[in-house]
């Protein structure tokens, strides 16, 4: 309920290993909150594994916008 209420925005990068998991992430662009920051980074975490990534992005990383 009190995210609906606020006006946060962050981005993170991932990098994914060859079956979707994550290797590494972090928050590129903090939103300013810390606890929303700790949610991006969960929600990551938990939603792994992703798909294969594709060659051409899987060294560069993928970044994501939150919300989305």
Do not use: C, H
């Not at 590129?28 to 060659?55: A, H």
Request: charged share 20%.
């Amino acid at each position: 309920v009190w995210l609906s209420r606020q006006n946060l925005n962050a981005q993170a990068i991932m990098l994914l290993d060859d079956r979707g998991y994550v290797v590494s992430a972090l928050i590129s662009k903090s939103s300013g909150d810390t606890q929303f920051d700790e949610y991006v980074m969960k929600s990551i975490k938990l939603s792994q594994p992703f798909g294969v990534p594709p060659k051409e992005i899987k060294n560069d990383g993928i970044t994501l916008g939150f919300p989305l």
